[in-house]
């Protein structure tokens, strides 16, 4: 049994967040500092460093996990762009962490640890479970018979670019009709602005004089029953519900969990997805998937990198010891 830390890392677009979880299963220290997404890789890689650098400094470390937005290939360096942190491709990710941390480091697709984490809370018990995680943009991950699906470069479930309505809403990808221009945190903003015209609700009050709307203000909205934000919650449950139809279609999952910080005040959107996805899949597809919120929270990425470097070194009952005591403190 090891005694030294496993580092998590969750490499994103407006922030770099770290913890460090001891080999009891406490979290022992957390680090996050902004990411200067517009200044470079090198920059970039700084801020890991320097994030790397407060974790490291409370004791032994064995291993190192992190994830990050866009394509990862199987040596760690990163093989495609992610949208929100210009200059990202072909840095070697996987060789500065372990440089910087001076352990070995292990990095994968943010969604796919999502995905990890999530299912590790759940004891490792689900035999195929499908993340999906509204945030910034949608994430997702897939572990089935045991093995998180990756595909070349990491880039299987990037979800959020399935065209759920051609010639739909124009999506930061290039496309049209992404999941993604519909069910994102800040996607679903701008559709309240957009519907605003046409009412005259404090919602509607609010995106017409300018304030900034984002998910967060519109579920706020929802919760008091104003009804632009029960048409953009409708808006948005739909074209996930359309999302997640076709990928019960594709991926068989026995559990399917919805996660990301919009779901921290979408408070009826996994029942309201559960009721629609049926509408578009073929029934025996349906039947049966069990539809749950994610236990961590936004904590699920950070978990599944920690973890997923504990499993190069843990046994089977090991890690899911570890993750148990892990997973009951942060839910
Ligand atoms: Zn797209």
Redesign the pocket.
């Known amino acids: 049994m090891e005694d030294r830390a496993y580092l998590g890392l969750d490499i994103g677009g407006q922030s770099v967040k770290g913890f460090r979880l001891e080999a009891d299963g406490r979290v022992s220290l957390r680090a996050a500092m902004a990411t200067p997404a517009s200044s470079g890789a090198d920059a970039v890689l700084a801020v890991v460093a320097a994030v790397l650098a407060e974790l490291s400094g409370q004791g032994d470390v064995a291993t190192v996990g992190a994830g990050t937005p866009g394509g990862v290939d199987s040596s760690g360096r990163v093989a495609v762009d992610a949208a929100n942190i210009s200059g990202w491709k072909g840095v070697d990710l996987r060789s500065a962490i372990a440089k910087a941390a001076g352990v070995p480091s292990y990095v994968r697709n943010d969604g796919n640890l999502a995905a990890y984490g999530e299912w590790a809370a759940r004891g490792f018990a689900s035999r195929a479970l499908l993340f999906v995680g509204l945030g910034t943009g949608i994430g997702a991950g897939y572990i089935a018979d045991g093995r998180m699906l990756g595909g070349i470069d990491d880039k299987a479930l990037e979800m959020?670019?399935v065209i759920v309505y051609p010639e739909g809403r124009r999506?930061?990808?290039?496309?049209a009709g992404?999941a993604?221009?519909y069910a994102s945190g800040p996607s679903i903003g701008r559709i309240a602005v957009e519907m605003a015209r046409g009412f005259q609700t404090p919602l509607a009050r609010a995106a017409l004089s300018g304030s900034r709307i984002n998910a967060r203000e519109v579920y706020e909205a929802l919760a008091k029953g104003d009804d632009l934000a029960k048409a953009v919650h409708a808006t948005a449950a739909e074209a996930l519900s359309r999302l997640i139809g076709q990928a019960l279609a594709f991926l068989a999952p026995d559990t399917v969990i919805l996660g990301g910080g919009v779901l921290a005040g979408a408070t009826s959107l996994v029942a309201d997805v559960a009721e629609a996805v049926p509408s578009y899949v073929y029934p025996a597809a349906s039947a049966g998937v069990r539809f749950e919120k994610a236990l961590l929270g936004s904590e699920a990425g950070l978990l599944g990198a920690a973890l997923y470097g504990a499993s190069t070194l843990l046994d089977r009952e090991e890690l899911r010891e570890l993750a148990g005591k892990a997973a009951e403190r942060l839910r």
């Open positions: 959020g670019h999506c930061a990808c290039g496309c992404c993604e221009a």
